[in-house]
């Protein structure tokens, strides 16, 4: 199998995976998705999974990112430290096949502190690589463990990592709030309020037990998970901009549902944001490691 002729790109995360077959000029023809994340492959159990990929979009080359690398995944595709940019990462692909490889994930260190990615890289680095972000920029990447990176001439140098999207997810499913966080958030003027309070400075724990005390004494908010979502943005938006200079204008990539409620909060902010979506990122990443792969063939 040629990657020059056509590939598969899967970006397989921890719940979800999602591919696309994209044709020999580069053009995306067809794709899939399901809820067969990693953590639903059994022991022994990715080589049929990958031909499930396979099977549905064609025999060809597979280039896997995400999760997939980590070690609760296929194969452990050892993380490249930052500085960090797509010739670094298409060195250190993983492969487990001969016409599979997986990406590995980014980690930053100092004495003190650590953090990682997987998966973020191949859409943040794909942009770069596209044109549609300069290679001095401050990226948000929002999602279940929200990144905020640094890009400095073309590489990934520092990044942040606040589990904004786990946080809400918990308290939506498994916490005592979970009764009153069953609306969809939006950046409506509960989130505004929620947003303030945190920029402020407001104690967001303390912030989120109002929903119940409120509910508890009849005053039930109709737009809690608005107020809950905007505390929580409100609290990672202020973290996230301890990377920036004061005037960086902040690049979101991502799902669209989750860049609009960041570009609201950052809006609260006092900053202008600019929004990707996090598919044509990743493809565009995945594209350019394909030709880096060709290249030193």
């Known amino acids: 199998m040629r990657w020059a002729e056509g590939f598969i790109a899967a970006d397989w995360g921890t719940t979800n995976r999602r591919a696309y077959l994209v044709s020999g000029d580069g053009r995306c023809v067809d794709e899939m998705e399901d809820g067969k994340g990693v953590l639903s492959v059994p022991a022994g159990g990715f080589s049929d999974a990958v031909a499930e990929i396979r099977q549905r979009l064609g025999d060809k080359p597979l280039l896997l990112a995400g999760m997939v690398g980590s070690n609760r995944g296929w194969v452990e595709a050892p993380y490249v430290p930052c ?8 060195r250190s692909l993983a492969w487990p096949e001969e016409c599979t490889a997986i990406v590995p994930g980014v980690s930053w260190r100092d004495d003190d502190d650590a953090d990682v990615m997987r998966g973020e890289e191949t859409q943040i680095l794909g942009a770069l690589a596209a ?3 300069p ?7 929002p999602g279940t463990h929200n990144k905020w990176v640094r890009l400095q001439g073309g590489q990934i140098t520092r990044f942040t990592t606040v589990m ?4 809400f997810n918990l308290l939506k499913e498994h916490s005592i709030l979970a009764d009153q966080l069953g609306e969809q958030a939006e ?7 929620g947003v303030r309070k945190a920029l402020a400075g407001a104690a967001v724990t303390s912030e989120l037990f109002t929903i ?18 905007g505390l ?49 990122a990743f493809l565009a990443g995945a594209k350019r490691i394909v030709e880096l792969i060709d290249e030193r063939r």
């Open 83 to 90: 500085p960090a940019g797509l010739q670094e990462i298409a």
């Open 131 to 133: 044109g549609l972000i």
């Open 135 to 141: 290679a001095d920029a401050l990226v948000c990447h």
């Open 164 to 167: 904004t999207g786990e946080m």
């Open 187 to 193: 950046p409506d003027a509960a989130f505004e309020r």
């Open 212 to 229: 119940r005390a409120r509910f508890a004494l009849g005053k039930r908010m109709a737009d809690a998970s608005s107020y809950a979502s």
């Open 232 to 280: 929580l943005i409100g609290a990672d938006i202020g973290a996230g901009l301890d990377l920036a200079d004061a005037d960086a204008r902040p690049i979101l990539i991502g799902r669209p549902d989750l860049t609009r409620l960041y570009s609201a909060a950052l809006t609260i902010a006092g900053r202008e944001a600019v929004e990707l979506d996090g598919e044509q």
